[in-house]
């Protein structure tokens, strides 16, 4: 298995634009997470999702960052208009279902706001 | 609300030196507790968990629900070991129980 596969891996841009972040989890995986780390809060977690409907959105820092989940393989994080501030690593994990199951995370999108 | 501690947010020992990192939460019920291990600039892998106690690259972790802490240990650190280390913490099965907690990280710094 390729594990969880995020893409871009780096993210340049201009404040203002819409910024698209990718994630395919582990084949059979039925939750998926979103986490944003950075030096100063380290690991938050934004949002995840069970059976690709959102669970839990509390981490999602305000109405310009959503999240989709359209389908068992696939969900993208999404930041419009975008902020020097969300500049941060992020991250996606995913998980089987199960007591005592890790999460597997991706290799993170370096995102970075001008 | 769950909360994971981990106390030391930087810890330098020399190769060959015991090395313990400290995870301490709090949480009422049963908790799953695993140790994530990040290398520079590289993803999250999972440690351990304490539910299977084993021993992986020579660290072991062990629950101690009195104490509720759960610190991770190695005998004798390796350059190798250079890493930042993540304490989580999930409630257990169904719904929002899958979420996990993490601590804020230990730095560990092995020096030569």
């Known amino acids: 298995d390729a594990g969880v596969i995020q893409s871009p891996r780096h993210e340049v841009t201009e404040m203002g634009q819409e910024v698209t972040l990718r994630c395919k989890p582990i084949?059979?995986?039925?939750?998926l997470f979103w986490y944003r780390q950075t030096m100063m809060r380290g690991l938050e977690l934004l949002i995840y999702f069970n059976n690709n409907v959102p669970i839990d959105d509390s981490g999602m820092p305000e109405d310009r960052f959503s999240a989709k989940m359209p389908n068992a393989s696939f969900s993208t994080l999404k930041i419009q208009p975008s902020e020097p501030r969300d500049s941060a690593v992020y991250f996606c994990a995913s998980r089987y279902r199960g007591r005592d199951q890790p999460q597997h995370f991706g290799d993170g999108t370096r995102l970075s706001i001008l | 609300a769950q909360r994971v501690t981990q106390p030391e947010k930087l810890l330098s020992v020399f190769k060959g030196a015991p090395v313990e990192l400290k995870c301490n939460y709090s949480y009422s019920g049963s908790p799953e507790l695993f140790w994530y291990v990040q290398y520079s600039r590289q993803r999250l892998q999972l440690l351990l968990r304490?539910?299977s106690r084993e021993s992986i690259k020579g660290f072991t972790a062990d629950l101690n629900k009195g104490e509720t802490s759960f610190h991770l240990k190695k005998p004798f650190a390796q350059e190798e070991d250079s890493a930042m280390y993540y304490c989580a913490l999930t409630k257990g099965s169904g719904g929002s129980n899958y979420k996990l907690t993490f601590g804020k990280g230990t730095l560990l710094t092995v020096n030569p």
């Open positions: 304490h539910i």
């Open positions: 084949s059979g995986h039925n939750s």
